[in-house]
């Protein structure tokens, strides 16, 4: 499933083909999937930003002054395989159709997806983005708020897959931070010590995954890719998701991998042993 990093670096790819531009129709054919979104028709995209994992398009009338504020907002969620491209396709489920004739695409094999238009801010059809914790580079995300939180947490990577400690990181991304920093997945009631290490692996791990436009794993159907063909470089740098019985790269043990939370999970047993959480 595309985390932060793909997000992000399709919201700076798609940017300069849809701000400013008018969408003339959003054509699809599940009106129950897609909802509300007949109400962005003949609006105008002011802006293209991001929160987690859903991107938002902030619209306003064609003919709205600059100084109005936006009156809609269309909610991208990539679900697990969804991703933009310049032409229609098997999987192309919604074609967004703008002014001068131009065409985006948004392809999604598995159908997991979600497009809709809502008044701006009101999320409740939506509750992981109403709920949504700080962004992981930004400066509300604090050391000092989620060490607080940390120390009565669940076992860790549930806890941040939840989103409510902090956006955008999913499976990938917990498990490599979580592998810097040396916890292990199960872990609960981290020390002040594990979250701070655990809060800077974060920083660390989603900064550098940003820069190198997310990861591209495998080569099937749904593996992501941007509108232009273009793979992120991440994967390269993976250090647990995906090694099950490689060498960890700190000590050589072989990577295991378990299921928590329903998600296959990657760690190091030498260098992330559970710690008994009252000691």
Not at 96 to 117: H, I, M, Q, S, T
Not at 212 to 229: A, F, P, T
Request: glycine share 10%; with cysteine.
């Amino acid at each position: 499933m595309p985390e932060l990093p793909e997000v992000e670096t399709t919201r700076r790819k798609i940017e300069p083909l849809l701000r400013g531009k008018v969408i003339e129709r959003l054509a699809h054919d599940a009106p129950h999937k897609y909802p509300n979104t007949h109400l962005a028709h003949g609006k105008r995209v002011r802006a293209l930003t991001r929160r987690g994992k859903y991107l938002l398009l902030h619209l306003a009338a064609a003919d709205a002054a600059e100084t109005q504020p936006h009156d809609l907002e269309l909610i991208v969620h990539l679900g697990m395989t969804g991703g933009f491209r310049l032409e229609e396709g098997p999987h192309t489920r919604v074609t967004f159709e703008l002014e001068g004739g131009e065409r985006l695409y948004f392809n999604d094999p598995r159908r997991f997806g979600k497009v809709a238009a809502v008044s701006p801010g009101e999320y409740a059809s939506m509750p992981t983005l109403a709920a949504m914790g700080p962004e992981p580079l930004s400066d509300d995300f604090t050391e000092a708020e989620f060490v607080q939180a940390a120390a009565g947490c669940g076992a860790v990577k549930v806890w941040l897959l939840s989103q409510k400690p902090v956006s955008g990181v999913g499976n990938i991304y917990a498990d490599e931070s979580l592998w810097l920093s040396k916890i292990h997945p199960a872990q609960t009631k981290l020390t002040a010590d594990e979250a701070s290490r655990l809060y800077h692996a974060v920083r660390e791990v989603m900064h550098e995954a940003v820069e190198r436009g997310g990861s591209s794993l495998g080569n099937g159907v749904g593996n992501y890719r941007q509108h232009d063909g273009e793979g992120g470089g991440y994967q390269t740098r993976h250090h647990a998701y995906g090694k099950t019985g490689q060498p960890c790269e700190r000590c050589g043990t072989p990577i295991e991998k378990i299921v928590l939370g329903q998600r296959g999970t990657h760690f190091c047993p030498a260098c992330q042993q559970v710690r008994k959480a009252d000691s």
